[in-house]
């Protein structure tokens, strides 16, 4: 307020918006994303099996790939815990919610961080073409996902740290418990700080590496025919362009707020009743992205499909698995075709792809 007899800006509209949409999109978010990466850990937990060589008989990919899934199971399993605190309030006490808050946001970095592994990965074995004996030794890339999970366990010590169940005015001027951040002291610097690593750690620096890499490896595959290129194309502008659909919109709004409360950006009310519901629903639209993931680099990949199969083949029986193989003998003999020679020498000793 900029003076004593200002009036506070009205948040009901806002409180009763998300009282009625958050709570749908979590549950909604949260079901899509369990079935998803419960069927990509069941597929490279049978594929493990059949491979000798232990935690280093993994490529790269399905490294990276692994502990996606686990970040987005994660991410997924607190979203009840929140879409319960939009249709009623927090009712799982203080450690249920400094620890829900942490698993959010560790999550949630990490599962961007890791996206830009598997690009750089990627970036590796098709522009510089690095050795198989490279590939095989996925210790490596063991470490990498080790690291990560230390740094996004470090970011997420702020939740636990300030993550508080307060009382909070709503429609009507009732009374009711939320599980969210609050600072007692310098409020405006720490909520636009946190923010601003929140844009850089977890929207900018790996878009710019997700970006490099498939620029390089754009370039690199232009040497191929015209179908092999489209067909390794594709698989590039979609990964890119789904990520930044899903998280561009969050972080200009957690920009824009962040500027706001920095006092870089001056406005009223209505400012402020856009930036809030601009943020509950860009904020569900990258949640979103960890359902989305496994579609993106699970279901794509032919490899993947046969693997799925062959685990539905031994729940089904024999008898029920025949009218489904007939079904993809006569799809395969439409979409027949080959890869690029880049795609398919450094796709053939993944899983997932």
């Not at 815990?81 to 799982?92: G, P, R």
């Not at 999550?107 to 590939?135: E, T």
């Not at 209505?270 to 699970?298: K, M, W």
Request: contains cysteine; proline residues 2%; hydrophobic residues 45%.
């Amino acid at each position: 307020m900029s003076s004593s007899s200002a009036e506070p800006c009205l948040q009901e509209d806002i409180y009763s918006f998300a009282k009625a949409y958050s709570p749908v999109v979590y549950i909604l978010v949260f079901l899509l994303a369990v079935v998803g990466n419960v069927l990509v850990l069941c597929v490279i937990r049978r594929y493990r099996n059949t491979q000798s060589g232990g935690a280093c008989a993994f490529s790269l990919t399905d490294t990276f790939l692994l502990h996606l899934a686990i970040s987005d199971l994660l991410l997924a399993f607190t979203l009840p815990l929140f879409a319960v605190q939009w249709a009623h309030q927090w009712v799982f006490g203080l450690a249920a919610c400094k620890i829900s808050g942490a698993l959010f946001s560790l999550n949630r970095y990490s599962g961007i961080l890791f996206l830009a592994c598997i690009s750089f990965d990627r970036y590796l074995a098709i522009v510089h073409a690095v050795s198989s004996g490279w590939k095989r030794n996925t210790c490596h890339a063991q470490i990498a996902c080790a690291v990560i999970w230390v740094v996004c366990l470090g970011l997420s010590g702020v939740d636990i740290t300030f993550k508080q169940v307060v009382e909070v005015k709503t429609i009507g001027h009732h009374k009711t418990l939320m599980c969210q951040v609050w600072f007692v002291e310098n409020f405006r610097q720490w909520q636009a700080g946190l923010q601003l690593i929140s844009v850089v750690l977890g929207f900018g620096l790996p878009l710019l590496i997700m970006l490099y890499c498939y620029m390089r490896i754009f370039k690199s595959l232009c040497n191929a025919t015209r179908r092999q290129r489209r067909k390794s194309l594709r698989l590039i502008i979609s990964l890119v362009s789904v990520f930044v659909i899903c998280w561009a919109p969050y972080n200009c709004f957690q920009l824009a707020d962040s500027l706001h409360w920095l006092g870089v950006v001056t406005a009223g009310c209505q400012f402020g009743r856009v930036v809030d519901i601009g943020t509950l629903i860009t904020e569900s639209v990258g949640l979103s992205h960890c359902a989305l993931n496994p579609l993106l680099y699970g279901f794509v990949g032919v490899k993947f499909r046969r693997e799925l199969a062959k685990m539905c083949k031994g729940l089904l029986g024999q008898r029920g698995w025949q009218g489904m193989e007939g079904w993809r003998k006569r799809r395969n003999r439409k979409t027949t075709g080959s890869f690029s020679s880049a795609e398919s020498e450094n796709t053939s000793y993944s899983v997932m792809v």
